[in-house]
């Protein structure tokens, strides 16, 4: 199971941090992802992280969010700067484990003045 939190309204170029914490799986072994999918838009994948802590973003969130793992607190996170209107979404964690898709249940980013 994956829990998704951390999300609000923010002004533009303010800052969240989204967390997803795990359960009833081996984390630390877990890629982890971060996907948006806003009204109208197709579901995108933001940011992933390796077992290993290898990051890789998508080129518009790129030098302004970051993802990052706590294997001692299976948890993910997505720290989120300098935020647009553009980045008003529903963020939603997600894992393959053992030939399983899990997504988190969403949580809400507004960006808005």
């Known amino acids: 199971q994956l829990q998704a939190s951390g999300g609000g309204l923010v002004q533009p170029g303010g800052s969240l941090r989204l967390s997803c914490v795990a359960s009833?799986?081996?984390?630390?072994?877990?890629?982890m992802n971060w996907y948006r999918q806003a009204p109208g838009n197709k579901r995108e994948l933001v940011a992933a992280?390796?077992?290993?802590?290898?990051?890789n973003y998508a080129d518009s969130v790129k030098g302004r969010f970051t993802i990052s793992r706590d294997n001692a607190r299976n948890t993910v996170y997505l720290q989120m700067k300098s935020l647009k209107p553009e980045d008003t979404a529903v963020y939603y964690c997600?894992?393959?484990?053992?030939?399983?898709?899990?997504w988190g249940q969403g949580t809400q980013v507004t960006v808005s003045s």
């Open positions: 009833g799986m081996n984390f630390r072994i877990n890629a």
């Open positions: 992280v390796t077992s290993g802590g290898t990051t």
């Open positions: 997600y894992t393959y484990w053992r030939a399983r898709d899990f």
